[in-house]
Each structure stands twice: as structure tokens, then as C-alpha cells.
T-cell receptor
Framework: GESVGLHLPTLSVQEGDNSIINCAYSNSASDYFIWYKQESGKGPQFIIDIRSNMDKRQGQRVTVLLNKTVKHLSLQIAATQPGDSAVYFCAEIPNTGGFKTIFGAGTRLFVKA | NAGVTQTPKFRILKIGQSMTLQCTQDMNHNYMYWYRQDPGMGLKLIYYSVGAGITDKGEVPNGYNVSRSTTEDFPLRLELAAPSQTSVYFC??????????????FGPGTRLTVL
């Protein structure tokens, strides 16, 4: 079975409800943030991104909110579906140059039918 | 496009053995990366490459080596496998590099166990 993310924080929601997944980032110099979705047995997949000069960005059924004051990022999924069940993690890219993307440990989302 | 492909999907090694994890991308991306993902942890960068012939260390390079002879291929070599290298390994590629707004495309991963 899948051992990645075995001890991750877990969010369980009912199908059709909205989901909110939170992430506290570490580097105040980060100016670019990405949310990834990782399904069991697969590699991470890009969902949505946001730059630090924005507070909110919307995609299809997903919205990312950025609060730079408290270094907090959230991912909102509207009308959550069983196919949304996965591990979600945020990534921050500091504006210090180089290739250091800092990945969070992730949150496992369970969608109950 | 197949995207980023990795082989093998699973491997069990004995302590001290060596192996090469293969990674190939068909998107003509210049930037390629190797990460490891331990249970309950975020991805850790092992090595990266900004183009053919150019590689550099990431956050956790010890015990690994890489080469980039072509744009498409970025193999990761483990010379003397240790139990601490038990992990899931992901290869990724991008067209502009992590410092830009470009996203990284990940392969399906290689699950390695060292006993």
C-alpha cells in the first residue's frame, strides 16, 4: 500500500461539501506559491499557483488564498468529489534565487460518498 | 507526450548494492530534478540540472550521483545503498526553473526499499 503521507494531517469531508486545506509557510521572502495534488501511487500534480502580490486566485472549482501577514496559504475546493481524495501540499519558492522549492508535508483529504 | 517517465516502479536492494533510477522527459524541458519523499514528509531536493552537461547538488545529495548527457535523460545513481535511502523517489522537469512561475511536472515515482 501507499506509505507516503501515512501520518499526515487528515481532512474528511462529505461529497458535495466545500473543503479547505491550510498551509503555513516558513519563509517571508517567498514570492511564489503552488498547490500540488498527489494521488495514491502517483507523482504530484500542479493544481493552482499564486504570486505574493495577490491575495486570491481562482481556478476551476479551486481557490487559493494568501495571507502574507501570518504566512498562511489555503486551498478551497468547491463541491468536493470522490476524485478529489488525495494528499495536497503547498510549495513555496523564495525570491532568493536558485532552485530551492520548499514543499510542505501535506494534508490527506478523504471524501465520503 | 508521455511527460516524465521513471523506471523501475519498485525495487528492493540489499545494503551496499548499487542501482540507477532512470528518468526521461519528452517535453524538451531544460530543467530536471530528483526528489525523495519520506513518509509524512515533504519532498526533499537531491540534485537538479539546468541543462545537458550541468548538474548541481540540492538539499540532500549525500549518497547519490547524477549525470545529464542529454536533455531528455537524468539518471540518479545510488552507489552503496543504505537503509536511510529507503524512500519514494520522484523525478521532475520544468521549462523555466523553480525561480520562475513555471510549474514542475513529476514522474510517477520509484519506490525503493533497502534491507
Amino acid at each position: 500500500g501507499e506509505s507516503v503521507g501515512l501520518h499526515l494531517p487528515t481532512l474528511s469531508v462529505q461529497e458535495g461539501d466545500n473543503s479547505i486545506i491550510n498551509c503555513a509557510y516558513s519563509n517571508s521572502a517567498s514570492d511564489y506559491f503552488i498547490w500540488y495534488k498527489q494521488e495514491s501511487g502517483k507523482g504530484p500534480q500542479f493544481i493552482i499557483d499564486i504570486r505574493s502580490n495577490m491575495d486570491k486566485r481562482q481556478g476551476q472549482r479551486v481557490t487559493v488564498l494568501l495571507n502574507k501577514t501570518v504566512k498562511h496559504l489555503s486551498l478551497q475546493i468547491a463541491a468536493t468529489q470522490p476524485g478529489d481524495s488525495a494528499v495536497y501540499f503547498c510549495a513555496e519558492i523564495p525570491n532568493t534565487g536558485g532552485f530551492k522549492t520548499i514543499f510542505g508535508a501535506g494534508t490527506r483529504l478523504f471524501v465520503k460518498a | 507526450n508521455a511527460g516524465v517517465t521513471q523506471t523501475p516502479k519498485f525495487r528492493i536492494l540489499k545494503i551496499g548494492q548499487s542501482m540507477t533510477l532512470q528518468c526521461t522527459q519528452d517535453m524538451n524541458h531544460n530543467y530536471m530534478y530528483w526528489y525523495r519523499q519520506d513518509p509524512g514528509m515533504g519532498l526533499k531536493l537531491i540534485y537538479y540540472s539546468v541543462g545537458a552537461g550541468i548538474t548541481d547538488k540540492g538539499e540532500v545529495p549525500n549518497g547519490y550521483n547524477v549525470s545529464r548527457s542529454t536533455t531528455e535523460d537524468f539518471p540518479l545513481r545510488l552507489e552503496l545503498a543504505a537503509p536511510s535511502q529507503t524512500s519514494v523517489y520522484f523525478c521532475a522537469s520544468s521549462s523555466l526553473g523553480a525561480a520562475s512561475t513555471d510549474t514542475q511536472y513529476f514522474g510517477p515515482g520509484t519506490r525503493l526499499t533497502v534491507l
